[in-house]
T-cell receptor
Framework: AQTVTQSQPEMSVQEAETVTLSCTYDTSESDYYLFWYKQPPSRQMILVIRQEAYKQQNATENRFSVNFQKAAKSFSLKISDSQLGDAAMYFCAYRSPYSGGGADGLTFGKGTHLIIQP | GAVVSQHPSWVICKSGTSVKIECRSLDFQATTMFWYRQFPKQSLMLMATSNEGSKATYEQGVEKDKFLINHASLTLSTLTVTSAHPEDSSFYIC??????????????FGPGTRLTVL
């Protein structure tokens, strides 16, 4: 079974600064998908960024980028120019490449609560 | 596009009664839907995976007779919590994906349903 670990229960950053959220995972699969989701107080899960394991290039979405280290099984999220609206819980998630039998459900880390200081 | 709705958003029921939660994909055909449970200030835990027209696949430790899942159409899955007890109080979130399409590797989440059992 796969596991996802987020070792930072809470992070705080000044507005406009950069913050990095950590995520490590454990799997025996060679191909898979990794995601970062944001959950604001409304509790709606919002996809921030995704990475396919077979792609060596790190994914980037505007102010959000990842540092994907496959050998180290690390998948950190960097938020540049932090904004007040970035304040939320951030969850790292893993998905197997296989379908069916529950294999393609997401395995989530425990989350990191991101606080933005004005 | 890719909108998932849930109904109701909040339900309060008495212990011993059953509660049905609906999950609908509004603008795509969701051949696979997932049900997650989230306790306060905790992560999301996959409960079960449902495929249209077939039996759901439950995760280990999830009572299938307690949490009945029906995925009778390509746009609707339902979760029924039978004989609910206070320990079933939680936030239930569904997600959906459409395998074999351009959005295959992404899950789209509903806004969640808060269940309180008195």
């Amino acid at each position: 079974a796969q596991t996802v670990t987020q070792s930072q229960p809470e992070m705080s950053v000044q507005e406009a600064e950069t913050v990095t959220l950590s995520c490590t995972y454990d799997t025996s699969e060679s191909d898979y998908y990794l995601f970062w989701y944001k959950q604001p107080p409304s509790r709606q899960m919002i996809l921030v960024i995704r990475q396919e394991a077979y792609k060596q290039q790190n994914a980037t979405e505007n102010r959000f980028s990842v540092n994907f280290q496959k050998a180290a099984k690390s998948f950190s999220l960097k938020i540049s120019d932090s904004q007040l609206g970035d304040a939320a819980m951030y969850f790292c998630a893993y998905r197997s490449p296989y379908s069916g039998g529950g294999a393609d459900g997401l395995t989530f880390g425990k989350g990191t609560h991101l606080i933005i200081q004005p | 596009g890719a909108v998932v709705s849930q109904h109701p958003s909040w339900v309060i029921c008495k212990s011993g009664t059953s509660v049905k939660i609906e999950c609908r994909s509004l603008d795509f055909q969701a051949t696979t839907m997932f049900w997650y449970r989230q306790f306060p200030k905790q992560s999301l835990m996959l409960m079960a995976t449902s495929n249209e027209g077939s039996k759901a696949t439950y995760e280990q430790g999830v009572e299938k007779d307690k949490f009945l899942i029906n995925h009778a159409s390509l746009t609707l899955s339902t979760l029924t919590v039978t004989s609910a007890h206070p320990e079933d109080s939680s936030f239930y979130i569904c997600s959906a994906r459409e395998p074999g399409t351009a959005i295959d590797n992404e899950q789209f989440f509903g806004p969640g349903t808060r269940l309180t059992v008195l």
